[in-house]
C-alpha cells in the first residue's frame, strides 16, 4: 500500500516535471514582454547620446552616466568634479525612504499585532478597514492629502478654531510633507506582512516566557521579533523600494528642495527638450540600488534557512 502511493506520487511528481517548462511559459513571456524588455531598452537608451532638440542619436556613448556623476562645466571643458546635485537627489530620496520605513515599521508593527490578535471572526474586518485607501487611486490620495496640509486646509483650519496655533502651519512644500505622502501611501505594504507573520506565530512560546518570569519586553526581544522577522523584512522592502522611486509625493506635496529619484526621472522624459539617454542613466542607478537591497534581503534569508 505504501509502496504504491510512493509509486503514484512518483509517477505525478515525473509527470510535472516534464510539464512544468510549458505550465510556466506564460509567466516567462509576461515577465520577457513586461519587465525585461523594457529593461533593457532603458539600459541601451542608458549609453546612446542625446540630440541637441530632444530625443537621441544612435551613437554609444557614455556621457549620461557621466553627467550623473561629473560636473565638467557650462560648456564641459573644465576639469571634472563630482557632481553633487544628483548625488544630494539620491541621498535625499534614500534618508525619505528610510525614515518613511522606520515610521511605518513603528506604527505599523503595533498594528499588524493588534489585528492578529483579535478574535479570528473579527480579523478580516480590521484587514478590511487597512486596505480601503487602496480602493482608491495614488494619484487622488495624494491630492487629498494635499489638500488635507494646505494652509488654508482643515488641518490648519481646526487647530486655528481649537486655538492651538495663531497662524497656519507651513507644510506644503516641505520634507515633512513629502514624508507624510510617503508614509500614507505605503503604511498598508508595512501591515499586512507583519500581520501574516504574527498570524502564524504560536503564542504558547510567550506564554512559557511568562512563565519563566521574562518581562512583556524580553519576550518581544527575544521571542516574537526573532519570529516573525521575515514579515518585517518583507514590509521594510515593499516600503522602501517603492518610496525610493516615488514621484507622485514630491511632486505634489514638495517643491524644488524636495526633489527626488522619481522627479528627477520623469523630468528627463517631458517633452521635446527631455534628456532620455540621462533619465535612462538615472533609472538603471536607482534599478541597481533597488537590486542591491534585495539581493541583501535575499542573501539573509538564506543565511537564516541554513541555520534553521
Not at 521594510?236 to 505634489?252: E, H, R
Not at 532620455?276 to 543565511?303: C, D, E, K, N, Y
Request: one cysteine or more; glycine letters at 8%.
Amino acid at each position: 500500500m505504501a509502496g504504491g502511493a510512493a509509486s503514484g506520487g512518483s509517477s505525478a511528481s515525473d509527470t510535472y516535471a516534464k510539464a512544468r517548462h510549458w505550465l510556466l511559459l506564460p509567466s516567462w513571456v509576461v515577465l520577457g514582454v513586461f519587465v525585461f524588455a523594457p529593461v533593457c531598452v532603458m539600459l541601451i537608451y542608458s549609453f546612446l547620446t542625446k540630440e541637441f532638440r530632444g530625443g537621441v542619436i544612435w551613437e554609444p556613448s557614455l556621457a549620461a552616466y557621466d553627467q550623473f556623476f561629473f560636473d565638467r562645466g557650462l560648456f564641459g571643458d573644465s576639469d571634472p568634479t563630482l557632481q553633487w546635485t544628483y548625488i544630494s537627489i539620491f541621498w535625499r530620496s534614500i534618508w525619505q525612504a528610510g525614515l518613511a520605513t522606520i515610521l511605518s515599521l513603528l506604527i505599523g508593527f503595533p498594528t499588524a499585532y493588534f489585528i492578529a490578535t483579535r478574535p479570528e471572526k473579527t480579523r478580516a474586518l480590521w484587514v478590511f478597514l487597512i486596505t480601503i485607501p487602496y480602493w482608491v487611486n495614488l494619484l487622488i490620495r495624494t491630492v487629498s492629502m494635499k489638500f488635507l496640509l494646505r494652509d488654508e486646509g482643515p488641518m490648519n483650519d481646526f487647530l486655528i478654531s481649537a486655538g492651538l496655533i495663531d497662524d497656519p502651519l507651513r507644510i506644503i512644500n516641505t520634507n515633512l510633507a513629502v514624508q507624510l505622502g510617503l508614509f500614507y501611501s505605503y503604511l498598508p505594504f508595512m501591515v499586512l506582512p507583519i500581520y501574516a507573520a504574527v498570524e502564524r506565530y504560536n503564542f504558547t512560546m510567550s506564554e512559557a516566557a511568562a512563565d519563566l518570569y521574562a518581562s512583556k519586553f524580553t519576550t518581544l526581544r527575544r521571542i516574537v521579533l526573532p519570529a516573525v522577522k521575515p514579515g518585517v523584512i518583507a514590509g521594510c522592502i515593499l516600503v522602501f523600494v517603492p518610496s525610493l522611486g516615488a514621484f507622485l509625493a514630491p511632486d505634489l506635496l514638495g517643491g524644488a528642495k524636495t526633489f527626488m529619484i522619481g522627479s528627477l526621472i520623469e523630468e528627463q522624459f517631458k517633452g521635446n527638450a527631455g534628456n532620455w539617454p540621462f533619465g535612462a542613466a538615472a533609472s538603471m542607478i536607482l534599478l541597481t540600488m533597488v537590486m542591491v537591497v534585495l539581493l541583501l534581503f535575499a542573501r539573509q534569508q538564506r543565511q537564516a534557512g541554513g541555520q534553521a
